[in-house]
């Protein structure tokens, strides 16, 4: 009757072999359909241009990122390599949503142990995480410098969300989990470390998922006002001079990069669930 | 007997207590002037209502909530916090998901910080013996209802408690199995010589299970009565719980519970 026994293997059925032959199929086609919307999405932006449907100036078009990304590799006096800006771009995001996720485990921790606290700060979280970080933008290049002010804003965007996700994942864990705990004597920090912690780790899985996109926000926003390097640079700097190939092979990058932090985190994601 | 027992040196002494939880509407007495003793291995049952305090007594022996008046006393001392003396098994099994059977089982004696490989053999051997030592490195969500309840009694019993508070712990389970595994842990609780306190509402499960069933009344707890299950075997030893269901006396002290608790729906 336990479910171990029940997940006994039994020679498969012709229905099922089916059944597994439809799953596979439907599996397909949905994998189909999204190449398909790339590929459509791709050929439009290449035709219309040519046809000139849409101008071409302002659009750029598919088959002239590779040259320019060809020509981009290389380094000038005037202009660093593209991919040193893709690397100082993902190195600030890294930095970023690393710090908002250590930062953020310990102020919810703290908001967790301290709960007078959390009281005082909660109104001041919630409208810290409400408030449009990228208006400082401005004022983080005055006090923090080209690099740093970067640094500072791919932090200062994710961090309070951080906050906010990481806490209600603490307070969701099971009061009883905890009551467990306290009847074999534990501490604070025992329940912390070995029911709460642990028992958040989907919290912070999903936290993860969130800050790491909006670090990457902050840090193009950042670059747009104040570098002279990164990605956001490279788009601000190519739009300026109305090269539509720069702004767009930057553009492709970025989003080549979110899809790899995003490939990343599921991994991850699948790696941690396997144990739940 | 059994009063001399007592009279000699109550395992469990409760004097006098009462608890009041505070809200900000008000107080709520939930346990009034609850005075009881209980022998040491004696194995008690606690049945009353919902909301009448039941669970509240528990937690105030295994010392994670203090009396607001009187003293609760576990070997003649004042209960000032939790004691390694004192196990505890709440309504569902709650093991930890992340955790595998065997480190579910050891959570007590890491929080405690005894010697973990001695834990770790006297763990597994708890676990062989009530039938998971195959399950040992399996994860709790791949064990059925009976089993994880029955990681649970391993996970209490592995800090090797003299008195083990069983707070309705087969709520969760479906009746088939929760009357196999009320007879087994009864079984191994009186093995083991425990002191064991049981809270149920279900009065087949207290007279089969316990040798002395008391009655709260409605809150605020109180203790309405207090009987002695006793009954007649061929050797004298107190018969399985499944065997105690079908004992002539069982029909009787089930008909004068099912009263005493009537009383309260009435009232």
């Known amino acids: 009757m336990s479910k171990v026994e029940s997940m006994a293997v039994v020679a498969p059925s012709t229905q099922y072999l089916a059944w597994l032959r439809r799953e596979r199929r439907g599996h397909l086609l949905v994998r189909a359909a999204q190449l398909a919307i790339l590929v459509v999405f791709l050929v439009l932006w290449e035709v219309l241009p040519k046809a000139l449907i849409v101008n071409p100036v302002l659009t750029s078009y598919p088959s002239a990122l590779w040259p320019t990304f060809v020509e981009l590799l290389k380094s000038t006096p005037q202009q660093a390599s593209i991919l040193t800006h893709t690397w100082a771009t993902v190195l600030a995001t890294v930095l970023g949503f690393t710090g908002a996720m250590v930062l953020g485990i310990a102020v919810a921790a703290a908001l967790w142990w301290w709960n007078m606290l959390y009281k005082v700060l909660d109104p001041y979280l919630v409208v810290a995480n409400a408030m449009p970080k990228t208006a400082f933008v401005p004022i983080f290049y005055i006090w923090l410098g080209a690099t740093m002010s970067i640094y500072g804003m791919s932090l200062a965007i994710s961090v309070f969300i951080t906050i906010l996700m990481i806490y209600s994942g603490f307070q969701g864990i099971d009061p009883n989990k905890i009551k467990l705990a306290q009847t074999f004597g534990a501490t604070k920090g025992q329940i912390l470390r070995k029911v709460v912690l642990p028992g958040s780790v989907p919290t912070l899985v999903a936290a993860l998922k969130v800050n790491a996109g909006l670090s990457l926000v902050g840090v193009v926003v950042g670059e747009f006002q104040s570098a002279n390097l990164g990605l956001g640079y490279l788009i601000q700097y190519g739009s300026q001079i109305f090269k539509m190939n720069i702004v767009m092979t930057g553009i492709t990058i970025l989003a080549i990069v979110s899809s790899l932090m995003y490939l990343a985190i599921s991994w991850l994601e699948a790696a941690v669930m396997r144990r739940r | ?267």
């Not at chain 2, 008690?44 to 607001?68: D, E, N, R």
């Not at chain 2, 019993?157 to 479906?174: G, H, R, S």
């Not at chain 2, 009655?215 to 299950?229: F, N, T, Y």
Request: glycine residues 10%; charged residues 25%.
């Open chain 2, 1 to 267: 007997m059994a009063a001399s027992a007592i009279a000699a040196s109550p395992k469990v002494e409760l004097r006098d207590v009462g608890l009041r939880y505070f809200g900000l509407e008000g107080e709520t007495e939930a346990l009034k002037g609850i005075s009881i003793s209980i022998a040491p291995g004696e194995f008690v049952a606690i049945i009353g209502q919902s909301g009448c305090g039941k669970s509240t007594l528990l937690s105030l022996i295994s010392g994670i909530l203090m009396p607001t008046d009187g003293a609760v006393l576990v070997d003649g001392k004042p209960v000032t916090g939790p004691s390694r003396k004192v196990g505890y098994m709440l309504q569902q099994d709650y093991l930890f998901e992340w955790r595998t059977i065997l480190e579910n089982t050891l959570l007590g004696a890491e929080i405690q910080g005894a010697d973990m490989a001695k834990a770790r053999e006297r763990a597994s051997g708890l676990l062989t013996r009530y039938g998971l030592g195959q399950f040992l490195h399996h994860l709790p969500r791949q064990l059925s209802g009976g089993m994880r309840q029955r990681v649970a009694l391993a996970r209490t019993l592995c800090t090797e408690p003299d008195i083990v508070l069983l707070d309705e712990p087969f709520a969760a389970l479906d009746s088939q199995t929760r009357l196999a595994l009320a007879d087994e842990i009864t079984v191994i609780l009186r093995r083991e010589k425990k002191t064991a306190i049981l809270v149920t509402h279900d009065i087949g499960e207290a007279v089969s299970m316990a040798e002395r069933v008391i009655v709260l009344s409605r809150r605020p707890g109180r203790v309405k009565s207090d009987h002695a299950i006793r009954f007649a075997t061929a050797d004298g030893a107190r018969p399985n719980p499944l065997a105690a269901r079908n004992a002539s006396e069982f029909n009787g002290y089930f008909n004068t519970l099912w009263q005493e608790l009537e009383v309260h729906v009435e009232g």
